[in-house]
Nanobody, 128 residues
């Protein structure tokens, strides 16, 4: 399974972005899909996850609740992460990953290492 994140860029604080995670070949709705981010000098952070159940239940870490929305577009075989009101401290490389484990403790190392497939990330820079 090849994943590719896209949609990053340089934006001002308070701006919005939509990141996309695409797969070549394998249907993404088979997997749990999660978004992680890593900023220079900071620990990796899981920020959002969408389950592979019929409801596509979504999960967020507290710091992004109300500003991030994860969703599936099965027709395009993508998972998007809409981000609103970006903050400078959210400057990071954002990665998507696919796995078979449920969206539990998404900001933990255990969840991170449970993911099976990764793609290249996309850089998000928030600066005035």
């Amino acid at each position: 399974v090849q994943l590719q994140a896209s949609g990053g860029g340089l934006v001002q604080p308070g701006s919005s972005l939509t990141l996309s995670c695409a797969s070549s070949g394998y249907p993404l709705d088979y997997f749990t899909i999660a978004w992680f981010r890593q900023a220079p000098g900071k620990e990796r952070e899981g920020v959002s996850c969408i389950s592979n159940n019929a409801d596509s239940t979504s999960y967020y870490v507290d710091s992004v609740k109300g500003r991030f929305t994860i969703s599936r577009d099965n027709a395009k075989n993508t998972v998007t992460l809409q981000i609103h009101n970006l903050k400078p401290e959210e400057t990071a490389v954002y990665h998507c990953a696919a796995g078979s484990q449920p969206c539990v403790n998404i900001d933990s190392d255990t969840f991170y290492y449970s993911m099976d497939y990764w793609g290249k990330g996309t850089q998000v820079t928030v600066s005035s």
